[in-house]
């Protein structure tokens, strides 16, 4: 098993309750990571929006048998402003350490100039399209779209390991009960697509928990990439377990 494959996945790589059409403006979540029957460590993702803006971070930490082979950890963070129109990120940050090899990146986004730029590296800009989000936060867009009853949602997305724009459709594929060590959910299974790449993730929304994902899967070619299962949940009122 690669095991610095298995925390790479994270990035690609998220009832009967209330839900409000949009996400809440806190919440933290942590998700067990595994590959197959083989616990590979944890996700920790924090979202925090206040007076217009938002800061939203994801930290990986290796666990189980993957933590004896490696202590390499994954830290990415989306600043941005946060409206009634949605997201739009300003800053993007991935940082890998404890691993032998560094594949740092941090992209700033220029809405005036319509490009992003990246810090201490050579990929070139990339043409902002509008409602460009990044990772992090087409997952915050989908929640919304789903609270609304939408099916479907087609967002260019900042795909920071290349620094290019590319088109994430994600498309509804019915309802399925999903366990996880948080509990049982009833969820709206999603599935998303993107121009140029080789993955196909799939996204299990919960409306109990205002449509976050309890849990993610991520293929490459038909084959399993790794999977984030909910341990924990707080947001807005709602919380698991």
């Given at each position: 098993m690669n095991k610095g494959r298995l925390f790479a996945t994270v990035l690609a790589l998220l009832a009967a309750a209330t839900v409000r059409a949009d996400p809440p403006a806190q919440w933290q979540a942590a998700y067990t990571v595994t590959q197959g029957s083989i616990e590979g460590g944890e996700a920790v993702q924090t979202y925090k929006a206040q007076d217009g803006r938002y800061r939203y971070t994801l930290d990986v930490t290796p666990g189980g048998v993957v933590a004896l082979f490696t202590q390499e950890t994954f830290h990415d963070e989306s600043e941005g402003t946060v409206g009634s129109g949605g997201w739009q990120p300003q800053r993007y940050v991935h940082i890998r350490s404890g691993g032998r090899k560094q594949r740092d990146y941090e992209f700033l986004f220029?809405?005036?100039?319509?490009?992003?730029?990246?810090?201490?590296?050579?990929?070139?800009?990339?043409?902002?399209?509008?409602?460009?989000?990044?990772?992090?936060?087409?997952?915050?867009?989908?929640?919304r779209t789903l609270a609304k009853g939408g099916t479907?949602?087609?967002?260019?997305?900042?795909?920071?390991?290349?620094?290019?724009?590319?088109?994430?459709?994600?498309?509804?594929?019915?309802?399925?009960?999903?366990?996880?060590?948080?509990?049982?959910?009833?969820?709206?299974?999603?599935?998303?697509?993107?121009?140029?790449?080789?993955?196909?993730?799939?996204?299990?929304?919960?409306?109990?928990?205002?449509?976050?994902?309890?849990?993610?899967?991520?293929?490459?070619?038909?084959?399993?990439?790794?999977?984030?299962?909910?341990?924990?949940?707080?947001?807005?009122?709602?919380?698991?377990?």
């Open positions: 220029d809405w005036k100039a319509k490009q992003t730029s990246e810090r201490q590296g050579d990929r070139p800009p990339a043409t902002l399209l509008p409602g460009t989000l990044d990772e992090l936060t087409y997952v915050e867009a989908l929640r479907s949602l087609v967002l260019p997305v900042l795909y920071g390991s290349d620094g290019e724009i590319r088109e994430y459709r994600l498309e509804t594929q019915g309802e399925e009960e999903v366990s996880t060590p948080a509990g049982t959910f009833k969820t709206i299974k999603v599935q998303r697509t993107q121009t140029g790449g080789k993955y196909t993730v799939t996204l299990w929304c919960a409306p109990q928990l205002d449509y976050f994902p309890v849990r993610i899967d991520r293929h490459k070619r038909g084959r399993s990439q790794g999977t984030l299962l909910l341990k924990s949940y707080r947001g807005g009122e709602s919380s698991v377990p």
